[in-house]
């Protein structure tokens, strides 16, 4: 299978935004909810926001209300828009299903949020 590519990530101030994009495989867009993860410096890879193949949204505690996750079905990409961007955000983003699959991890794509 084709791993996921993710891009759209960069460094921003504070309270700036980015969009993400993940271009991700026909096979597995196509049947599985889609989920943005993050992985900080020293920390363990999570969940930030995920969204079905209906549409239906989750979100961490952490980012609910300044991040937005969508779809769309007919390019088989997902998107993370980022607004409000707090240093901590900072972190290699990554786009998986969601449950993750093991061996279904791209390269994900770096975002700091620094002054």
């Known amino acids: 299978q084709v791993q996921p590519v993710e891009s759209g990530g960069g460094l921003v101030q504070p309270g700036g935004s980015l969009r993400l994009s993940c271009a991700a495989s026909?096979?597995?867009?196509?049947?599985?909810?889609m989920g943005w993860y993050r992985q900080a410096p020293g920390k363990q890879r999570e969940l930030v926001a995920s969204?079905?193949?209906?549409?239906?949204?989750t979100y961490a505690d952490s980012v609910k209300g300044r991040f937005t996750i969508s779809r769309d079905n007919a390019k088989n990409t997902v998107y993370l828009q980022m607004n409000s961007l707090k240093p901590e955000d900072t972190a290699v983003y990554y786009c998986?299903?969601?449950?993750?699959?093991?061996?279904?991890w791209g390269q994900g794509t770096q975002v700091t949020v620094s002054s």
């Open positions: 026909a096979a597995i867009f196509s049947f599985y909810t």
């Open positions: 998986n299903a969601s449950p993750k699959i093991s061996n279904y």
């Open positions: 969204i079905s193949i209906s549409r239906t949204t």
